[in-house]
């Protein structure tokens, strides 16, 4: 039955009228599978609640193009055309169509629920991120979403289109040269596949004589479509969670903490939001925006460091990101360093002479991550 699941998951009827795929059913269904990791969904009962609501904004401003609406009661209404998604009424409310729209879906929806087998089989973590592979197959071209992604964390325009071109065209074409047939670069949307393919690459004179000749783009744009790749699958993520839940030596409630801490939420994300208030770098304070992360990276800190409020950064999407990816630092004193790898750094709202206000418990965090992390 999991192979019926995958097909399905990869041709998910989403909305083309645009021309494009719109990215609102695949990021609640992101949404729902972080849920399920971290226990906030325990039964098979898909509450529209406000952690539903976070985790697919969390999700659709990586994917959303300009002209698409944060709008998750959409998706949560019409994936009720696919096999698998199904909705529980309240008590007195008929199966009739309604006016879809936040309200309405509080009205008349008591909650969401999967077929069994399938929620089931979303208890195993690789079940979750193979699903989430076949989910990112869904979008127009795993290219065209790339390019937008490469703009939308600083790359330049041309950066994107060159980057663009190696991976669909240019680098597919050395390797068929040599007798290892490859189509796009894009058909591989796993992260195991991708350094396969660029190991085989590597070993190829033809890609080491034009990455030297052009100053490394081909190596850039190899890694650039992992990170999109990772960014996608949220692998990382996963990752460390299920490293906390498999942690023996810690009690439900403390796994149930340390969770919410990784991924920005509960306590930890309420103690930035006490902490910053808004935006550190750019003053926004619509709290629907704003994402809660550390400074220093998860996987390095001690336990200690993982719940400290100093070691974490109240960002919005697009800054979170670049910070994130290390494009951006920030000197003891709060002002700004931005890495001559982030061309187009106005596009995400960073202006050159920002400045945050740094708490001197934070400096010893941000010094790693300049010294450690920073591209500069």
Known sequence: MFEVYLDEFKKLNVDRSSGRAKP???????????????????????????????????HFEKFRADADKNSPFLPFYHLRSASFWHHKLKSGSTNKKFSVSDKSIGTYIEYAYLNDDLFALLQDEKNRNTLRQCL??????????????????????????NFTTALKITMPNWLNTLGRGANSLFEISSVRELKRMELMLCETEIFKERDFIEQRMYSSALKAYEDFLLDTTQVQLQDDIENILQDDTKTPTEKAVLVKTRIGQGKYRQDLIDLWG?????????????IASHIKPWRDSSEEEKLDKYNGLLLVANVDKAFDKAYITFADS????????????????????????VNANSREYLAYHREILFRG
């Open 24 to 58: 609102h059913k695949v990021c609640l269904l992101f949404a729902v599978f972080d849920l399920i990791e971290d226990r906030h969904i325990v039964n098979n009962e898909i509450f529209y609640d406000q952690a539903l609501k976070e985790r697919f904004t969390y």
């Open 278 to 290: 808004k935006c550190a770098l750019t003053g926004i304070e619509n709290r629907d925006f704003l």
């Open 136 to 161: 990112s197959q869904n979008f127009s071209e795993l290219g065209e979403q790339f390019q937008r992604w490469a703009v939308e964390i600083g790359k330049s325009n041309e950066t994107a289109q």
């Open 334 to 357: 709060g002002e700004i360093m931005i890495s001559d790898e982030l061309e187009e750094y106005t596009r995400l709202g960073i202006e050159a002479t920002g400045k945050l206000k």
